[in-house]
């Protein structure tokens, strides 16, 4: 049923570096929940396998000293969601990563892989770039860190380069302090599908709750890669709370996405889908951020 060449067990992040640099064709596996079907269909017949399940040190949420949110890799959905931190000051994504595949997959899945497979429909994808999500990696010369919109470079790629593996994903404090999101998935069915689109949005508001300070939206399935509306940010920073902004902020996102056709849906759907999410996205989140519509 899986057709492989050879299965290493990496013992520490160190052991995993030394593999894939002794191994370079090597598929890195966590979970497998997407690895593992692959390879059942055939698609990677013969492949090398490099473990890193085995990587406690991998898991887990942790508040680093300067506020920084440390998500280690191998943190599965359903832990993410779990999490007191996450609940605390990221509660958005908690509920995004909920709702990919079923329990099980939950259970299994990572946010490491979730993000190392480039796919733009990845429900976490769209609220890591909403909140400017940091990458670290580590290779043979140590550790490095880009913003994830840097790390997705194309449809499936990413930008992990010989040796490297997908350590962390960082939020740091600026990025969700005083912030609230709400992210919403649409998708042909309520449960076991893949996003038709993503929408996040996060908003701060002003001490009195009623001037949008900065806002931030980010799409999935809304182009190639996962991406943020700069024209609709831009339009909301600095302008009283109303309906009427959240209307403009939402017609303001065509300026920047540029769905596709597709089997699931079309470009012009999606266009739709685009812009009233961002507008129901953008209540909610002023919503919990205390303000009144």
Known sequence: ??????????????????????????????????????????????????????????????????GTLRIGSLTSFSLITRDPLIQ???????EAVDQVGGPQIRNIGTI???????????????????YDAIVELTGPDGIRRQPIREFYIRA???????????????????SYIDTFGHYIKYAMRNAMDIA?????????????????????VAFGVAG?????????????????VSLELADRFAQAVKEDINPRDSWRAAKDFRMHIAVESARRA?????????GDL
């Open 1 to 66: 049923m899986y057709d492989m060449k050879a299965l290493y067990q990496a013992e520490s992040v160190q052991d995993a570096v030394a593999l894939r640099v002794a191994h370079p064709d090597a598929q890195i596996i966590a979970g497998g929940s997407d690895v593992l079907v692959q390879m059942r269909e055939g698609k990677r017949a013969g492949v090398e396998l490099i473990s890193i399940y085995g990587l406690d040190e991998l898991r887990g949420v942790t508040l680093e000293a300067d």
């Open 88 to 94: 605390k000051y990221l509660h958005v994504l908690g």
């Open 112 to 130: 490491g892989g979730n993000t190392c497979n480039g796919v733009t429909s990845a429900d976490s994808a769209s609220t890591l770039h909403a």
């Open 156 to 174: 499936g790629k990413v930008d992990i380069r010989p040796g490297e593996i997908q350590t962390a994903i960082l939020i740091e404090k600026d």
């Open 196 to 216: 038709t689109l993503g929408t996040s949005v996060n908003v701060r508001l002003s001490a009195d709750k009623k001037t949008v300070e900065r806002a931030r």
């Open 224 to 240: 190639p890669v996962p991406l943020r509306a700069a024209a609709a940010e831009e339009l909301a920073a600095g302008q009283p």
């Open 282 to 290: 953008f209540i909610e989140a002023v919503k919990l951020a205390g």
